[in-house]
């Protein structure tokens, strides 16, 4: 690993594999590498679980961060590092001064105004994952109207235009509620849907369904991107599960976006694979995506100890009977055919992204050529 490049390549899998902590990309972050990933968790796990957490109702002050981080452990100059980790992560954001943890707000919702003549817009999920919202208001918080959020809901704001986010957790359902004037309406509703999207790509097997309701029929909705696809065949009219009656696909749809950004757009705008981004810690062990427990750690070590037991006596073998340089040309390929198949192990597990795996495979064949080269 003399190479700048292949210093990168392996701090990058060593980062996908949890073992350190590396962020080249972000400047917050890149001058720090952390060997021990668990002293970053620990920290966020404190600040999470604290009860001054818990009683300030998840707005902090860095007085209550340096009361909740010892000094021993934490130094002033460290507690910096675990904040700036959180805010990668979304799980606060700083505003005045006052760091600000969506999932330990309270849970009452407040009063925040009458929402009966607003465009009504809802994202189904199989299992709604309570890191969305929270995720949602840290990326939108420049936008919260007069501080109004709570642990399951947010109104933002953005010009004259005002949205109520809600999510239901049991029915497994975000409601989105906008008033204003239909254009700014339809912007508003853009950026958040845009984020809501953004999110879900983060988080492998997480897809939510849009869906408008029917005019006159508050319970029947229908799938919004079912609408773009009549649409763009050709078809004017849906009849809505359960009801008989013909409606307008473009009322339905004019609403959401204009006829135009719909043609700009296209009815397949989202299909793009789910792209996995580095994960936050869990300290509660409540995962979104797949969990990486003890099993798969036992049973990768268990493959990796036991090739690494074959390749040796491999390599005693074949020195005794056809050479040294010969066996150690030998043992190098099947070292890398070794870390060929662990990142495959990996990868297969949802440890490591795929264009991590790719390089990894890439770097491991490219020394194939040395090993060759090493035989007689």
Known sequence: MRTAASQELLVSFLHDLGTVLCFRSDPRLRDTNILNPSWVTGGVYRLLNSHVAAQAKGLLTWPDIDLILDGRQYPPGKRQFIIEMMKKFELCYESDEIFLVPDLLT?????????????????????????????????????????TVWRTGVVFVMDDTRALVKADREDAVLTIRVSGPARSRRGLLTAIRAELRAIERTIPGLAGEEQVPVPGHPNVWVPYRHLLNLESAGRDVVVPQGLVDEFPIGQLLDGVETRTDRLLTGPARDTRPPVREPEAPEPSGEADGKAWGQRHTFLLGGFLIGAMVVV?????????????????????????????????????????GEQTMLDGIKEALSHTGTAKADEP
Do not use: N
């Not at 073998?317 to 190098?332: E, F, M």
């Open 312 to 352: 040796l006596a491999a390599y005693i073998v074949a020195s005794k009977v056809i050479g040294q340089a010969a066996g150690a040309g030998a043992a190098v390929l099947a070292l890398i055919v070794v870390v060929v198949v662990a990142l495959v192990m990996l990868r297969t597990a949802g440890r490591v």
């Open 107 to 147: 849970k009452e919702e407040p009063d925040t105004g009458r929402w009966d003549d607003s465009l009504h817009f809802v994202v189904r999920y199989g299992v709604l994952p309570s890191s969305i919202i929270g995720r949602l208001v840290v990326r939108l918080h420049r936008l919260i109207s007069r501080g």
